[in-house]
T-cell receptor, first 115, second 112 residues
């Protein structure tokens, strides 16, 4: 089982639509959660962190459910410029030596917003 | 100027050749990482370094080696390239919290 699993899509939605992506993670000790965005043939960039209480940044809302080990990203009023691959990213807490574990990236969900 | 740079941006080579990919950063971060990305597999960690004297293997280090020449420089070598090392390679940096990573623009490597 992959440590971080995402529906690969693709999701093709019209402009103005609301779209939701889901992600599950297997390491219950994970402590930090993020959504990154990656445009075609470009590097990943941080979109937003995900906090336990849920958080919003403009049209984007992220939710975390630790009990179910589930993360979501909601995009409202989709724009053409939202077309990209969205990567769910999890920091696996701390190892036995106390050092921070590395980030684990999901394989991404591809979104295309259509005019 | 970009905070994290990678050279070359594109490289085509032949099986058995030695290849070095270079990464430089101006963010002053201690931590640097090398990933490869293949379609449908996401980013896989090859090696990471917490400082100049601390280098660690990632999940797919076989066939690769690294050198941390300075805080700002981290290079990845393929001693004898093989076709299944054809991929997009990213360098990244982070501060000591390791939370947010900043990526270079990537190197597209093709091994024939």
């Amino acid at each position: 089982r992959k440590e971080v699993e995402q529906d690969p899509g693709p999701f093709n939605v019209p402009e103005g639509a609301t779209v939701a992506f889901n992600c599950t993670y297997s390491n219950s000790a994970s402590q930090s959660f993020f959504w990154y965005r990656q445009d075609c043939r470009k590097e990943p960039k941080l979109l937003m962190s995900v906090y336990s209480s849920g958080n919003e940044d403009g049209r984007f809302t992220a939710q975390l459910n630790r009990a179910s080990q589930y993360i979501s990203l909601l995009i409202r009023d989709s724009k053409l410029s939202d077309s990209a691959t969205y990567l769910c990213v999890v920091n696996g807490g701390r190892g036995s030596s106390g050092s921070a574990r590395q980030l684990t990236f999901g394989s991404g969900t591809q979104l295309t917003v259509l005019p | 100027d970009a905070d994290v740079t990678q050279t070359p941006r594109n490289r085509i080579t032949k099986t058995g050749k030695r290849i070095m990919l270079e990464c430089s950063q101006t963010k002053g971060h201690d931590r640097m990482y090398w990933y490869r990305q293949d379609p449908g597999l996401g980013l896989q960690l090859i090696y990471y370094s917490f400082d100049v004297k601390d280098i660690n293997k990632g999940e797919i280090s076989d066939g690769y080696s690294v050198s941390r020449q300075a805080q700002a420089k981290f290079s990845l070598s393929l001693e004898s390239a093989i076709p299944n090392q054809t991929a997009l390679y990213f360098c990244a940096t982070s501060d000591q919290s390791g939370s947010q990573q900043f990526f270079g623009p990537g190197t597209r490597l093709t091994v024939l």
